[in-house]
């Protein structure tokens, strides 16, 4: 097994680190849980019933979601186009620009962040 200096040294070298946040599910209104819930799995696509989806950039974790936005325009027009609220895609799109985080995980038990919307359901 490698020591810790060793690791901590490919770390500081390795330009491919992710930077992430974590956020609670409630910053997010029910019908984007849903809507995540399905974005999770293979779905139709709406313009071609024929067609499947199944991207996996968002992962549903049981207690919340991991979405992996390196691809960030995209995925937010996808989350639009699905029917994403406004609410969650200006968060997502304010979390993620010029800020070099990639990834976004929300869970049932994080605390509230101040400042930010946050839904009771």
């Given amino acids: 097994m490698a020591s810790e200096d060793v690791l901590q040294a490919r770390v500081r070298q390795s330009d491919k680190l992710s930077k992430y946040i ?6 997010m ?9 399905k974005l999770s799995r293979p779905y139709r696509d ?3 019933e024929s067609k499947w989806i199944d991207e996996a950039w968002v992962f549903d974790t049981q207690y919340g979601f991991i979405l992996q936005l390196s691809q960030r325009d995209k995925r937010l027009a996808t989350l639009r186009d699905e029917g994403g609220s406004a609410t969650l895609c200006e968060l997502l ?5 010029d800020t070099g985080i990639s990834f976004v ?3 049932r ?3 509230l962040m101040k400042h930010l919307l946050a ?3």
């Fill in 109 to 111: 038990d994080e605390e």
């Fill in 22 to 27: 974590t956020l609670s599910t409630a910053h």
């Fill in 93 to 97: 799109e304010a979390l993620t620009k």
């Fill in 29 to 37: 209104t029910q019908a984007d849980s849903v809507l995540l819930k």
């Fill in 119 to 121: 839904f009771a359901w």
């Fill in 105 to 107: 995980l929300f869970d």
């Fill in 46 to 48: 709406r313009h071609d």
